[in-house]
């Protein structure tokens, strides 16, 4: 899925959501280019010695597949995603990479049919299970003896300002955080994440601070660029589908307001903040 907006299920990121998403593929790569290398350390840092067998957990465009691909040639890759439009996407750009399979489905299914796995990989693809623990337990039960999990996903509502920021703007007013709702910030308190993974059979869970700029446009139109973007994707664009079209116009403006000083004549650029997670699968 790799999503980072609040409430689409799985039958809507099937749909609608993964629709919007695999056209906007290349702008959700631009806002996450700043955590993706500290996701490929912490997976190639985590990795067999080996030749190995990985699932990638809501694969999106195949990104993080092929960022793993090229550091790991002695994998062997499945990726999944619900959304047949993203997983078309994913399997055009890793067409030549012989070790790679791309399989559109439900990854729970996916797992229990395909594994067992030497590895689990995710870039923000894991916040948007109906139930969590029953998903890393079917996840558990798919992984080979010793075999490791390693996702992102993201913080605090409050230390993503892309999203509350904007959200707020739209709103007119600030807004709580998202609870622990399947949602791009269902995953913010690590407390939370440790439960889930203790729960489903995953051991030494350890999450990562990791510190980004989510770049959401570049060049002399950044900003409209960016407006376009979260006035489509991301918590303030379901804020926006809500309201009646004058209050949507004034809502844009809001927006733009905030859009602009993060403008800085190069980059239009929001401070985040991710979890990497790491964990392996308990022996007994």
Known sequence: MEAQHSGAGVSDWASKSGSVWARRWRDTDAGLAGLAPHLLFAIVEI?????????????????????????????EILACDISPDLAEIARRRTADLPRVQIVEGNAEEVAAREGPFDLFFSRHGVMFFADAIGAFRSLRAAASPGASLVF???????????????????????????????????????????????????????????AFEYVAGEGSDAVDAALDFFT?????????????????????????????????????????????????????
Not at 47 to 72: E, H, K, L, M, Y
Not at 169 to 194: H, I, K, N, T
Not at 252 to 270: C, L, P, Y
Request: proline share 9%; with cysteine; aromatic share 10%.
């Open 47 to 75: 990795a067999p010695n080996r030749p190995f067998r990985a699932f990638d957990i809501g694969c999106g465009p195949g990104s993080t597949t092929i960022d793993v691909a090229a550091a790991c040639p002695e994998a």
């Open 152 to 210: 992102s996903c993201f913080q605090s509502w409050q230390s993503n300002p892309w999203a509350s920021e904007l959200a707020a703007a739209a709103m007119g007013g600030a807004l709580p955080p998202p609870g622990r709702e399947p949602s791009g910030f269902a995953f913010a308190d690590p407390d939370y994440v440790r439960e889930i993974l203790a729960s489903s059979g995953w051991v030494e869970a350890s999450p990562r601070d990791v």
């Open 232 to 284: 489509e994707l991301g918590p303030s664009s379901r804020l926006l589908e809500a309201m009646a079209e004058e209050d949507r116009r004034d809502a844009v403006k809001r927006m733009r307001v905030v859009i602009e000083r993060h403008f800085d004549a190069n980059a239009v650029a929001f401070n985040a903040a991710a979890w990497i997670w790491s964990a392996k699968a308990a022996t007994s």
